[in-house]
Each structure stands twice: as C-alpha cells, then as structure tokens.
C-alpha cells in the first residue's frame, strides 16, 4: 500500500492551493483519513480528519479555511486550503487507516509529504 501526496507550492498570502492524497496497491478498506503537517523546527500537527462515513475535524487555525474531503471510489483525500497565511507554510502528510486485505487489522500508512510554502 502506497500514499501518494501532491498539490503543494509556493502561493502568495491570501491564496488557495488543493492538496490531493491517493492510496494505492492491495486495499480492502480505508477508515479515517487525516492531513498532517510540519514547520521547521516543530512537531508535526494534526490539521484535518475525516471519517470513514465523512465526519470533519479541524485544528482551530485552519477552521474556516480548510476543508478536507474524500473520494472513496478514488481512494483518494483531498484538502482544499484558502485564504493562506504564512504561517501555513510547512510540509503536509497524508495519513490514513487501511486494511490491505479483509482478514487483516487497519494499520496507518502515510504519504511522502508536500511543501506548501506561502509567501509574498
């Protein structure tokens, strides 16, 4: 099972960007789905989840301006990210919950990581 990260760049404050997330390889299931990120020099945060059956969380700095989605026939979690503010910047990781085959446990599985860097 590979996850498979994409969409970040360089965007000026205030723009959007669309992060994309796509599993791949045996998958009997996906569970909860989750967008992490990291700044230099600090510990990796959550910043969004997604159920299964679509519920949302959110970290509260990016409530309001983040919206994580999922495309289950895609195997696929998407963030969509407006209004950025620098301080957004930071490597993003896919995670998710997948169970290769049906006589298995779910296990995490996380992506490569994205750059999003956004300033003027």
């Known amino acids: 099972v590979q996850l498979q990260a994409s969409g970040g760049g360089l965007v000026q404050p205030g723009g959007s960007l669309r992060l994309s997330c796509a599993a791949s390889?045996?998958?009997?299931?996906?569970?909860?789905m989750r967008w992490y990120r990291q700044a230099p020099g600090k510990q990796r945060e959550l910043v969004a989840f997604?159920?299964?059956?679509?519920?949302?969380d959110y970290l509260n700095s990016v409530k309001g301006r983040f919206t994580i989605s999922r495309d289950n026939d895609k195997n696929t979690v998407y963030l969509q990210m407006n209004s950025l503010k620098p301080e957004d910047t930071a490597v993003y990781y896919c995670?998710?919950?997948?169970?290769?085959?049906?006589?298995?446990?779910?296990?995490?599985?996380w992506g490569q990581g994205t750059l999003v860097t956004v300033s003027s």
């Open positions: 995670n998710a919950d997948i169970r290769p085959r049906i006589m298995t446990m779910a296990s995490a599985y």
């Open positions: 390889g045996s998958i009997f299931s996906i569970n909860a």
């Open positions: 997604i159920s299964s059956g679509g519920i949302t």
